[in-house]
Every structure is written in C-alpha cells, then in structure tokens.
C-alpha cells in the first residue's frame, strides 16, 4: 500500500511569505502528526490531529497551523516566515494516534531566504 | 517535562564488533519507547519498540526502568547498519519526544 506522501518536497520562499505542506496519510490512517527537523534542534513534535480535530500541539508560536481534512489529509501553515522556519518538516501517520508506530513521509524541506 | 537523551552524537565502531547506542529518558509515568532508524536518503522508519521486545536486524532494546535507560544493542555490526538512529518517547497520545539522535558508522 501506498506509503505517507508529502508535497512538496521541496521549496523556497522569502522572509514574510507564507507556506502551505501537504501531507497524505496511509489508507485509512486517521491520526496525523507534523514534526519539524533541524540541525539545532532536531525532531520537534508541532501537532496531531485525529479526525479533523487538533488532539496534541507542542510548542511553537502561532504562526504554525495546521487542518484535517474529512479524508485524513492534513495542511500545515507558516505564516510570516522566518529565516529559523527553515527546516524539513516531517508528517507522520497511525491508525488511532494511540501508542503505536508511526510511518513517516519523506518530508517537505523549506528554505527561507 | 517528557525528556530523551542521546548522549553521543557520533559513533563509530568496527565491522563485527558489538554496538550499544544509549538512550535515557525522564518522565514520570510508563512510557512507550521507540528506536527509530533513518538510512541515508531514506524516511524515518520505525526499528522497534520496547512493548514488543522484539529483535530486529539483530538489534534489541531492553527497558530499563530503574535506570530509566533504553539503550539499543547489536552484538556484531554490519556495514549496513550505519544510519541515523533516534531514541524515541510517547506518553500514551501520537507525541513523540525524540532524542537528539547518534550518527552509526561502520567501518570496514
């Protein structure tokens, strides 16, 4: 079966902009989870949603967003970029959202510039 | 706070020698450990997790409450196990507290 799909893989955008990534979970996955990953930092949990409701958020600033959709397609948004926003940013779907595995895409690399 | 540390961010060993890469976590309840595994241009996939003590790839990972450690081991390395691994919590929901993560070569 088809794996989880992220889109784009890759882009650039400017100081200001704001950035709009897919993530399309595996079939009949309902739990979807956005990470972001730096060189700093490492893997940092942003967010999951389950059945189009937002069940967990970590920790950052408000200009991070996200949605779910009725079909488990999730949307993430960085609005007014910052040159710190620059990041790949990892999806991850599971079934329920429960204690179990994730399967992760390949992830959306972002450059700020 | 949930907390996960990986204390080495390189590690380098022989092929055929033994590989432990440590983990430590923090939390006050009963958490859910994962060892995650990322191969050179490859997504991040999970290599296992402490509930199912299991052995893949030869690896295992043994919970260790009392030193709350999950160090992962594999008595003879290969080169193909070179990767980025990453130590892994969950607390019950699909919030991953991740290490920092421990850079594997194997040498030939």
């Known amino acids: 079966k088809a794996g989880v799909t992220q889109t784009p893989r890759y882009l650039i955008k400017t100081r200001g902009q704001q950035v709009t990534l897919s993530c399309s979970p595996i079939s009949g996955h309902r739990s979807v989870s956005w990470y972001q990953q730096t060189p700093g930092q490492g893997l940092q949990f942003l967010f999951e949603y389950f059945s189009e409701t937002q069940r967990n958020k970590g920790n950052f600033p408000g200009r991070f967003s996200g949605r779910q959709f009725s079909n488990s397609r999730s949307e993430m948004n960085v609005s007014t970029l910052e040159l710190g926003d620059s990041a790949l940013y990892l999806c991850?779907?599971?079934?329920?959202?429960?204690?179990?595995?994730?399967?992760f895409g390949q992830g959306s690399r972002l450059t700020v510039v | 706070a949930q907390r996960v540390t990986q204390p080495e961010k390189l590690l380098s060993v022989f092929k055929g020698a033994p590989v432990e890469l440590k983990c430590n976590y923090s939390?006050?309840?009963?958490?859910?450990l994962f060892w995650y595994v990322q191969y050179s241009r490859q997504r991040l996939q999970l290599l296992l997790r402490h509930i199912s003590r299991e052995s893949i790839k030869g690896f295992t990972a043994d919970l260790n409450k009392g030193e709350t450690s999950f160090h992962l081991k594999k008595p003879f390395a290969q080169e193909e196990d070179s990767a980025m691994y990453y130590c892994a919590l969950s607390r019950g929901a699909q919030k991953l507290v991740f290490g920092q993560g421990t850079r594997l070569t194997i040498n030939p």
């Open positions: 991850a779907s599971s079934l329920t959202g429960g204690p179990t595995e994730a399967f």
């Open positions: 939390y006050s309840g009963s958490p859910e």
